[in-house]
């Protein structure tokens, strides 16, 4: 699943996560893409010590064998993390789908811990060229969830989602325990409190969402790359 920062990722992961016939991956380039930017994120050294840095490392993961009675391996990526020049070849091997939201509820969300959060921090223009990418090389359009449309009807677009990538709707996907997991990346102290209270897929907040003046440019450039995903949604 590629998504962007400060969408219902992890809550997604956590549907997936409580089948009884998965397992799942949490930001599985999170590590290189911190080495190779440089970045200072909160818990940088903490993530760097816990996390495989090495991309083909990390791809051989990701392809390699899972536990027995595993169907589903879940991966959640955000898009951004696949840095220009790294090998793509293995998505090819992957059922890929995309995870939006509308720019400008992720905006104030990273307006909230980012002062002058830019383009390239709502994932959208790298989204919407990994969408492309893939739909260019299978012939087909990948299937595209809207964290607005999966917060309204989580059944339904779960299990759309499901009947896309070739895998039964499971009714525990609807629902989990409260609580951290083992599989949450070393970050997840800096960024999942909500998900660690959640038990289920809250209704989307009603009313509009209010920006300083001076981000309205940029929801509107990242609008054209959201609506270009956003018409192909489930």
């Not at 720019?103 to 969300?109: E, K, L």
Request: glycine content about 6%.
């Amino acid at each position: 699943m590629w998504s962007g920062p400060r969408n219902i990722s992890t809550a997604l992961m956590r549907s997936w996560e409580n089948r009884g016939d998965a397992v799942v991956a949490d930001e599985p380039f999170y590590a290189h893409y911190l080495v190779k930017t440089g970045l200072q994120h909160p818990g940088r050294d903490v993530i760097l010590s816990e996390h495989e840095a090495d991309c083909d490392r990390v791809v051989a993961g990701l392809l390699g064998p899972v536990p027995p009675g595993v169907r589903v391996f879940y991966q959640k990526h955000m898009a951004h993390h696949l840095l220009p020049g790294m090998d793509r070849g293995w998505m090819e091997q992957v059922e890929n789908c995309f995870l939006i939201r509308d720019p400008r509820s992720v905006i104030a969300s990273l307006h909230a811990r980012t002062p002058d959060p830019t383009i390239e921090d709502t994932g959208l223009p790298q989204q919407r060229a990994l969408f492309d990418e893939v739909r260019s090389r299978s012939g087909a359009i990948p299937p595209v969830l809207d964290a607005f449309d999966v917060l309204s009807d989580p059944r339904r677009v779960l299990a759309g989602c499901c009947e896309a990538v070739g895998v039964d709707f499971d009714e525990s996907m609807l629902a989990w325990p409260a609580g951290p997991r083992d599989s949450d990346g070393a970050w997840a102290p800096w960024w999942y409190d909500s998900v660690e209270a959640s038990t289920c897929f809250s209704p989307p907040r009603a009313g509009t969402v209010d920006l300083p003046s001076e981000l309205e440019p940029l929801v509107a450039e990242c609008t054209e790359h959201y609506e270009h995903l956003h018409q192909h949604r489930l």
